[in-house]
């Protein structure tokens, strides 16, 4: 079975300071990883994804996430925080149950990200 | 850019009554999927389909809830009776199946945000 477990529930920083926002994981296969935004009232929009490829991921918006196995993360990061960050991140594991096409993601609870100005 | 519709956005309704939730997902996808977003909480798959079929609906409360997808294109998600606890957003999402693993992502559309009174 797999499992996602965002270590924090609420992270607070600077306008123009770094975003590190903290995700492990657990998963029987390779899996596939993804971090997701929300905004107040909206959806879910893909910000990156790993799939296997580079352990460093480059996303939307200057976001960034590292697959690190030995470690069982998948953090993501961004050099400034701009006050349109703000918002619900969901760090998310997927897997193929094989069949192909049969794809299952679990999400974690979510971090809230508040930009201070 | 295509994107996955949903209506209504928002509905307030009586415990007891029934409601109706409509998804369009993005046209070619063959894969929709319905999720529960308790307020505070990471999304949860309800049911998922592939065309018409479905192919796991091991998380949809079948005594109130049912999902169907007649055409293979729009869904519909329906609660007879709602209850207290339905209060949620529930979120729609497509996938298209690619020629390899992990190379598709699900899409959300905006999400039905559901007030059971």
Request: hydrophobic share 35%; proline share 5%; glycine share 8%.
């Amino acid at each position: 079975a797999q499992s996602v477990t965002q270590l924090d529930s609420h992270v607070s920083v600077s306008e123009g300071t770094p975003v590190l926002l903290r995700c492990n994981y657990s998963s029987s296969y390779s899996p596939s990883l993804f971090w997701y935004v929300q905004h107040p009232n909206k959806g879910l929009q893909l910000l990156l994804k790993y799939t296997s490829a580079a352990t460093l991921v480059k996303g939307i918006n200057g976001f960034e996430a590292e697959f690190k196995k030995s470690e069982t993360s998948f953090h993501l990061t961004k050099p400034s925080a701009h006050m349109s960050d703000a918002a619900e991140y969901f760090c998310v594991v997927s897997e193929e149950d094989g069949n192909f096409g049969n794809e299952k993601l679990t999400f974690g609870t979510g971090t809230r990200l508040t930009i201070i100005p | 850019e295509a994107e996955v519709a949903q209506s209504p956005r928002y509905k307030i309704t009586e415990k007891s009554q029934a409601v109706a939730f409509w998804c369009d997902p993005i046209s070619g996808h063959a894969t929709l999927y319905w999720y529960r977003q308790i307020l505070g909480q990471g999304p949860e798959l309800l049911v998922q389909f592939q065309d018409e079929s479905v192919v796991d609906d091991s998380q949809l409360p079948k005594d109130r809830f049912s999902a169907e997808r007649l055409k293979g294109v729009d869904s519909t998600l329906k609660i007879q009776p709602a209850e207290l606890g339905d209060s949620a957003m529930y979120l729609c999402a497509s996938r298209q199946i690619g020629r390899e693993w992990g190379t598709d992502t699900q899409y959300f559309g905006p999400g039905t945000r559901l007030t059971v009174l």
